[in-house]
């Protein structure tokens, strides 16, 4: 087995850090990252010096602001929130019910904005969230729109399951998938918790490759999908358009 780099060292380190870890002490750094605590040690105080993680004034180090400067220039990132923000905003205004912008990443979407009310169904997402593709409406709509052998790749591989509505069969999921392309409507119903449906609908870009979906998340009892199908494509079109895509 080769020796992890130095490279690989730091990235550890970063790796560290999660939603469910976003505050770590240098013990736990050098646990979580696999690495000595003398090495952890040296990393750390890089990473801190440089302004990829802070200290507070109790030892424990977070992600720092100069990451969160490095992000803003990811064209999928904030980039993206800023110029779909508008139209998401359109989209919540009209239904005050959770509207979601993502994008794909390996198997898993990440959410990079999410616009919720307080009377809204409850959700298990975050900005920066990750979920597998086929269990949610942005990932439906991503999975159908993206690279053919990909999506057999995803298809043919392990589905997870997180309620019994779950699709974990691959020939359902091309139908499904299938469908997402021909409505142009991606509809993931009780897939990730059991009172919520939602709708989503690809987001192309200047190329015309489907760099992102949105979504709109309802209670599974009240949804009418041939209510939010429209709306949920205007909004997706729009940001569309604002990103160069010419119809």
Not at 113 to 125: D, F, N
Request: charged share 20%.
């Amino acid at each position: 087995m080769t020796a992890p780099t130095a490279p690989d060292r730091l990235l550890s380190v970063l790796a560290a850090f999660d939603h469910e870890h976003p505050a770590l002490c240098l013990t736990d750094i050098s646990r979580r990252a696999g690495l000595s605590l003398t090495t952890a040690h040296r990393l750390v105080g890089a990473l801190t010096e440089w302004g990829a993680l802070e200290r507070d004034e109790s030892g424990v180090y977070h992600v720092g602001l100069r990451l969160w400067e490095l992000a803003a220039l990811a064209p999928r990132g904030l980039a993206l929130r800023q110029i779909a923000l508008p139209y998401l905003e359109d989209l919540y205004e009209a239904t005050h019910e959770n509207v979601q912008l993502a994008v794909r990443d390996g198997r898993d979407v990440v959410y990079i904005e999410w616009l919720s009310g307080r009377s809204a169904v409850g959700v298990h997402i975050r900005i920066g969230a990750r979920w597998p593709l086929h269990a949610t409406g942005v990932g439906l709509a991503l999975l159908a729109h993206g690279d053919p052998v990909f999506r057999k790749e995803y298809c043919e591989g392990e589905l997870a399951s997180f309620t019994p509505y779950t699709i974990t069969e691959p020939e359902r999921l091309r139908r499904v998938l299938a469908e997402v392309r021909r409505s142009g409507v991606a509809v993931s119903d009780r897939q990730v918790t059991e009172d919520a449906l939602s709708v989503a609908a690809p987001v192309r870009g200047a190329d015309g490759t489907v760099t992102a979906a949105v979504s709109i998340v309802v209670p599974h009892a009240d949804a009418q999908v041939p209510v939010l199908g429209p709306a949920v494509r205007m909004a997706a079109r729009g940001i569309s358009r604002a990103l160069g895509w010419q119809p």
